[in-house]
């Protein structure tokens, strides 16, 4: 069975002279285990796509399946259930919540989404801390680390509670070239050692000659797909 599973997912925003088509007739299946680029220049649909496969937003129409749920059938409450305990997401701006330490960016989040024990929730953060290379700095807060730095706690947070799936909303965006690599090669690395599934999207062409697959989207449709 696939990770993702979309099939003529349509998505508008607005209404009449308003209307925006941001998704037009999506199809798309993601096996487990896969590294998948979403290529397309701004507005091409990529933060829609995101959000869609992974419950954060409802399509207009169509069936978005997440390991095996339904997700159209799935209420609020169920939606966050799935994406806290299956989903890790990773943004542009890092989304760090800045008067909270490194360290505790990563544990709050395992503490507050109930899975976890203190102890256990201690460990994790420690450890996925250790394994984006900021196990050092787990006392700074996010004012006093760099672009790359922080990018690598908001990297941190979703993995600490080992989800299935990882989506990443332009993750080098903010970031200077030699940086935005050296990330990018930190998320194909932990797909290779721990086969999660990761989607990441970009507006560059870095990730281009690298991803095992490479989706392209323009004005809302997919336009080429490496592996077909
Ligand atoms: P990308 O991530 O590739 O930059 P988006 O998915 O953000 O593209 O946007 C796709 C299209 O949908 C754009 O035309 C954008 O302006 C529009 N759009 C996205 N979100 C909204 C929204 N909440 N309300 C209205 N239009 C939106
Ligand atoms: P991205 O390029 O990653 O989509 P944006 O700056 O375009 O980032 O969008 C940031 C947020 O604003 C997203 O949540 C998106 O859905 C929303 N958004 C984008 N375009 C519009 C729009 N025209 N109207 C309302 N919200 C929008």
Same mark, same amino acid.
């Given at each position: 069975?696939?990770?993702? #599973?979309?099939?003529?997912?349509?998505?508008?925003?607005?209404?009449?002279?308003?209307?925006?088509?941001?998704?037009?007739?999506?199809?798309?299946?993601?096996?487990?285990?896969?590294?998948?680029?979403?290529?397309?220049?701004?507005?091409?649909?990529?933060?829609? &796509?995101?959000?869609?496969?992974?419950?954060?937003?409802?399509?207009?129409?169509?069936?978005?399946?997440?390991?095996?749920?339904?997700?159209?059938?799935? +209420?609020?409450?169920?939606?966050?259930?799935?994406?806290?305990?299956?989903?890790?997401?990773?943004?542009?701006?890092?989304?760090?919540?800045?008067?909270?330490?490194?360290?505790?960016?990563?544990?709050?989040? &395992?503490?507050?989404?109930?899975?976890?024990?203190?102890?256990?929730?201690?460990?994790?953060?420690?450890?996925?801390?250790?394994?984006?290379?900021?196990?050092?700095?787990?006392?700074?807060?996010?004012?006093? #680390?760099?672009?790359?730095?922080?990018?690598? =706690?908001?990297?941190?947070?979703?993995?600490?509670?080992?989800?299935?799936?990882?989506?990443?909303?332009?993750?080098?965006?903010?970031?200077?070239?030699?940086?935005?690599?050296?990330?990018?090669?930190?998320?194909?690395?932990? +797909?290779?050692?721990?086969?999660?599934?990761?989607? =990441?999207?970009?507006?560059?062409?870095? #990730?281009?000659?690298?991803?095992?697959?490479?989706?392209?989207?323009?004005?809302?449709?997919?336009?080429?797909?490496?592996?077909?």
């Amino acid at each position: 069975l696939p990770a993702i #599973l979309l099939m003529n997912i349509y998505k508008s925003y607005g209404l009449g002279e308003n209307k925006v088509d941001a998704l037009k007739n999506i199809n798309l299946e993601i096996a487990k285990g896969e590294f998948l680029a979403l290529c397309g220049p701004s507005g091409s649909g990529k933060s829609t &796509l995101l959000n869609i496969l992974s419950g954060i937003d409802k399509p207009s129409a169509g069936t978005a399946i997440f390991l095996d749920k339904a997700l159209n059938d799935l +209420n609020e409450n169920q939606l966050s259930v799935v994406r806290s305990r299956h989903l890790g997401f990773i943004f542009q701006f890092f989304n760090l919540i800045p008067v909270l330490s490194a360290f505790d960016n990563v544990y709050y989040p &395992l503490i507050l989404n109930g899975n976890y024990n203190k102890k256990t929730a201690k460990q994790q953060a420690l450890h996925y801390l250790e394994s984006v290379g900021i196990g050092a700095l787990g006392e700074r807060k996010p004012g006093q #680390l760099s672009g790359g730095q922080q990018q690598r =706690v908001a990297i941190a947070r979703a993995l600490a509670h080992e989800p299935q799936v990882v989506v990443a909303d332009e993750p080098t965006g903010n970031l200077d070239l030699a940086t935005g690599e050296a990330i990018l090669d930190l998320l194909m690395k932990i +797909n290779e050692e721990t086969k999660t599934t990761f989607i =990441v999207s970009t507006h560059s062409t870095q #990730l281009k000659d690298r991803a095992r697959r490479v989706i392209e989207i323009k004005d809302g449709e997919i336009i080429y797909d490496s592996v077909q």
